[in-house]
């Protein structure tokens, strides 16, 4: 079971009512579940349902006059591991990306510093407006995730974007955000106060000022690492290409780099004699423009047929992290294959000199880019040591990082 703290923000629309059985699915999945309310979505749903379906007071206004119970409501911000907007009305978009807090949920909204999941619901021109538009791509560039609008019919009578959408797609989302700590009886304490170092995201590399090379990797299963590894009590230094993903809380350092030259010297530094770890997540580009163009290139210039010159770069876990190493570091790297998986992941780990490799396939059904699950499978030296599920991949982290330390600890004993 999950134990991660969410508090539901239940906003003015007709979809307040989705929001109840998404209460109870959030329950049900394990997560404790608290919600705020504004006076428009009680006008929609009785708090009192919430607070039955939750087991907590519900968070209507700040000064308490029809609250179902007294509470310290900067407390329930504090609280939460993670806040869902569900429904988000375009008001509610709106105050919380210019900062207005004059209400029980746009106040707990500033008050929040960790991440923030909307599932928009409104009406179809609403949603296209692009004051609305503005609102959204101010609240991504800061890190908030988004689930739907999805298309459909909507209360106005439309059949359009603007639908919140089902919550079970919002619970499904909720699992790629949250933190999902792994601690079982056998390995607990196992993660506690180890230095662990993880690198996630692409590299760009970079041809003019304004043009890259790049791949595909969102960074999601690095970041979902780093979360459950703080989860676990590590101390935790992220090493991240560029991506839309809000760090974790609770890291120990935080090093954003953009090329595959610039994560490697983030990696050297990052890799002091206390490191106990280091988890390659990342997917480094193999090549760069051998020549970076000070000016942008001009298609005329360039012709009909343009050839890009690529040259290498250089090979973190081949090359530099031996250069760092010290004895004690236990290396995971990443092999990411769509043919002969496993027998390719083995040699990649003899070839690097990984202690191991985290097998994937992302075309397999249940795995891959952009895909809310994932399916891995963890070797080390000897041969396989665990083929997981497909899986959200939050608890696929939380679910490695438990597979590691059992490993490790077999091997002590
Ligand atoms: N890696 C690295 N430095 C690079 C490229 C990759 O440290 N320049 C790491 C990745 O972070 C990952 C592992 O090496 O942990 C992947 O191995 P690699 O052989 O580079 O795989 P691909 O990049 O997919 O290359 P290919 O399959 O084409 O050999």
Same mark, same amino acid.
């Given at each position: 079971?999950? &134990?991660?703290?969410?508090?539901?923000?239940?906003?003015?629309?007709?979809?307040?009512?989705?929001?109840?059985?998404?209460?109870?699915?959030?329950? /049900?999945?394990?997560?404790?579940?608290?919600?705020?309310?504004?006076?428009?979505?009680?006008?929609?749903?009785?708090?009192?349902? $919430?607070?039955?379906?939750?087991?907590?007071? #519900?968070?209507?206004?700040?000064?308490?006059? @029809?609250?179902?119970?007294?509470?310290?409501?900067?407390?329930?911000?504090?609280?939460?591991?993670?806040?869902?907007?569900?429904?988000? *009305?375009?008001?509610?978009?709106?105050?919380?990306?210019?900062?207005?807090?004059?209400?029980? #949920?746009?106040?707990?909204?500033?008050?929040?510093?960790?991440?923030?999941?909307?599932?928009?619901?409104?009406?179809?021109?609403?949603?296209?407006?692009?004051?609305? /538009?503005?609102?959204? *791509?101010?609240?991504?560039?800061?890190?908030?995730?988004?689930?739907?609008?999805?298309?459909? $019919?909507?209360?106005?009578?439309?059949?359009?974007?603007?639908?919140?959408?089902?919550?079970? &797609?919002?619970?499904?989302?909720?699992?790629? +955000?949250? +933190?999902?700590?792994? =601690?079982?009886?056998?390995?607990?304490?196992?993660?506690?106060?180890?230095?662990?170092?993880?690198?996630?995201?692409?590299?760009?590399?970079?041809?003019?000022?304004? @043009? $890259?090379?790049?791949?595909?990797? =969102?960074?999601?299963?690095?970041?979902?690492?780093?979360?459950?590894?703080?989860?676990?009590?590590?101390?935790?230094?992220?090493? &991240?290409?560029?991506?839309?993903?809000?760090?974790?809380?609770?890291? !120990?350092? $935080? /090093?954003?780099?953009?090329?595959?030259?610039?994560?490697?010297?983030?990696?050297?530094?990052?890799?002091?004699? !206390?490191?106990?770890?280091?988890?390659?997540?990342?997917? #480094?580009?193999?090549?760069?423009?051998?020549?970076?163009?000070?000016?942008?290139?001009?298609?005329?210039?360039?012709?009909?047929?343009?050839?890009?010159?690529?040259?290498?770069?250089?090979?973190?876990?081949?090359?530099?992290?031996?250069?760092?190493?010290?004895?004690?570091?236990?290396?995971?790297?990443?092999? %990411?294959?769509? !043919?002969?998986?496993?027998?390719?992941?083995?040699?990649?780990?003899?070839?690097?000199?990984?202690?191991?490799?985290?097998?994937?396939?992302?075309?397999?059904?249940?795995?891959?880019?952009?895909?809310?699950?994932?399916?891995?499978? %963890?070797?080390?030296?000897?041969?396989? +040591?665990?083929?997981?599920?497909?899986?959200?991949? =939050?608890?696929?982290?939380?679910?490695?990082?438990? /597979?590691?330390?059992?490993?490790?600890?077999?091997?002590? &004993?």
């Amino acid at each position: 079971m999950v &134990s991660a703290n969410v508090l539901l923000m239940v906003t003015g629309g007709i979809a307040a009512y989705k929001a109840c059985f998404l209460a109870r699915l959030l329950v /049900q999945a394990g997560f404790s579940v608290k919600v705020a309310m504004t006076e428009a979505a009680t006008r929609f749903v009785n708090p009192l349902t $919430f607070q039955v379906l939750t087991g907590h007071p #519900v968070a209507t206004d700040l000064w308490g006059e @029809r609250q179902t119970e007294p509470l310290d409501h900067i407390e329930y911000s504090r609280w939460a591991d993670l806040v869902v907007i569900a429904p988000a *009305t375009a008001n509610c978009l709106a105050k919380a990306a210019t900062g207005i807090a004059d209400d029980m #949920v746009s106040t707990l909204l500033l008050a929040h510093d960790g991440p923030l999941l909307f599932a928009p619901a409104m009406n179809d021109k609403m949603w296209k407006h692009p004051a609305t /538009q503005a609102n959204r *791509t101010v609240l991504a560039d800061r890190g908030a995730s988004f689930v739907g609008p999805g298309e459909g $019919f909507l209360a106005c009578g439309t059949n359009d974007t603007g639908r919140m959408v089902e919550p079970e &797609s919002i619970l499904a989302a909720v699992r790629e +955000v949250v +933190v999902v700590p792994a =601690s079982s009886a056998e390995n607990s304490g196992f993660w506690t106060g180890r230095k662990i170092v993880i690198t996630a995201g692409p590299t760009y590399e970079p041809i003019d000022p304004v @043009r $890259f090379v790049a791949n595909r990797s =969102s960074g999601i299963f690095g970041y979902a690492l780093a979360a459950a590894a703080v989860a676990e009590g590590a101390r935790v230094t992220l090493i &991240s290409g560029p991506v839309a993903n809000l760090a974790p809380r609770g890291l !120990d350092g $935080f /090093q954003p780099v953009e090329s595959g030259r610039e994560m490697a010297d983030a990696v050297a530094a990052a890799l002091t004699a !206390d490191a106990d770890w280091l988890f390659m997540a990342a997917a #480094v580009a193999d090549f760069r423009p051998t020549n970076l163009a000070e000016s942008k290139l001009k298609k005329d210039e360039l012709g009909k047929d343009w050839s890009l010159n690529m040259v290498r770069n250089p090979d973190i876990l081949g090359e530099v992290v031996p250069l760092h190493r010290s004895v004690d570091l236990r290396v995971v790297g990443f092999a %990411l294959e769509t !043919d002969d998986l496993l027998a390719r992941a083995e040699a990649k780990c003899q070839a690097k000199n990984m202690d191991y490799v985290v097998a994937n396939d992302p075309t397999a059904p249940g795995s891959g880019f952009g895909s809310g699950d994932h399916q891995v499978t %963890l070797l080390n030296r000897r041969g396989e +040591v665990w083929a997981s599920d497909s899986a959200p991949k =939050s608890r696929l982290a939380a679910e490695l990082l438990q /597979q590691l330390a059992l490993d490790q600890m077999d091997e002590k &004993s």
